[in-house]
């Protein structure tokens, strides 16, 4: 069993920043692949980024690269997400999952995924 808790989230104006961290309890943190989704308000849950166990793997989704960077510190057992750039469209509740996996895989659907956090909530004014 994994324990997965996100914090970080708040209310930030359009063009600002914030960092998510994830902090993972239970067990070895380097042997699971993480990823970051959000949901909106009637909308379906979506994948932001995703890492693979090391680190060395990454996806984004379209609609955050070049403004969003996915990050682990396995010594710290946290994974990051540095959302730069932010706009009212981004608006949502952020979870992270995590996985086992191969090594330098990384996951991008949320079914793929058996540990979730509780989720903190991003508001983007503009």
């Known amino acids: 069993q994994v324990q997965l808790v996100e914090s970080g989230g708040g209310l930030v104006q359009a063009g600002g920043s914030l960092r998510l961290s994830c902090a993972a309890s239970g067990r070895t943190f380097s042997n699971y692949a993480m990823g970051w989704f959000r949901q909106a308000p009637g909308k379906e849950r979506e994948c932001v980024g995703a890492?693979?166990?090391?680190?060395?793997?990454?996806y984004y989704a379209d609609f955050v690269k070049g403004r969003f960077t996915i990050s682990r510190d396995n010594a710290k057992n946290t994974v990051y997400l540095q959302m730069n750039s932010l706009k009212p469209e981004d608006t949502a509740v952020y979870y992270c999952?995590?996985?086992?996996?191969?090594?330098?895989?990384?996951?991008?659907?949320?079914?793929?995924?058996?540990?979730w956090g509780q989720g903190t909530q991003v508001t983007v004014s503009s």
């Open positions: 890492i693979s166990r090391s680190g060395g793997s990454t």
């Open positions: 999952a995590a996985r086992g996996g191969y090594s330098g895989s990384y996951y991008t659907r949320d079914h793929e995924y058996y540990y």
